[in-house]
Nanobody, 122 residues
Framework: EVQLMESGGGLVQPGGSLRLSCAAS????????MYWIRQAPGKELEWVST?????????YYGASVAGRFTISRDNTKNTVYLQMNRLKPEDTAVYYC??????????????RGPGTQVTVSS
């Protein structure tokens, strides 16, 4: 059974940083690309970032987070991370870890975790 569990969310001031983690189990983690998506209040799901399978050399970011967020993975820990710097109020959302993203626009996926809330506010 595929299981994904996010952690690391919280309340942070504008300009601050957070690191999200997603612990995966139930499948050969190193063989899968992994994704982060988010949903802000009252808005559609938004693709945030992608890291490819294996070593994770290829990384991709949405325009709204490029240059501020960094995705990474540790295959020894079956965990994918999202380092979020220079956070803005518009980054406030529930962040989800995803496996098998079928479409980025609109977002469609096969598996996701329960999500972790990120709130950026002074």
């Amino acid at each position: 059974e595929v299981q994904l569990m996010e952690s690391g969310g919280g309340l942070v001031q504008p300009g601050g940083s957070l690191r999200l983690s997603c612990a995966a189990s139930g499948f050969p983690f190193h063989s899968y690309s992994m994704y982060w998506i988010r949903q802000a209040p009252g808005k559609e799901l938004e693709w945030v970032s992608t890291i490819n399978s294996g070593s994770g050399e290829s990384k991709y970011y949405g325009a709204s987070v490029a240059g501020r967020f960094t995705i990474s993975r540790d295959n020894t820990k079956n965990t994918v991370y999202l380092q979020m710097n220079r956070l803005k109020p518009e980054d406030t959302a529930v962040y989800y870890c995803v496996r098998d993203l079928e479409s980025a626009v609109p977002v469609k996926f096969r598996y996701r975790g329960p999500g972790t809330q990120v709130t950026v506010s002074s």
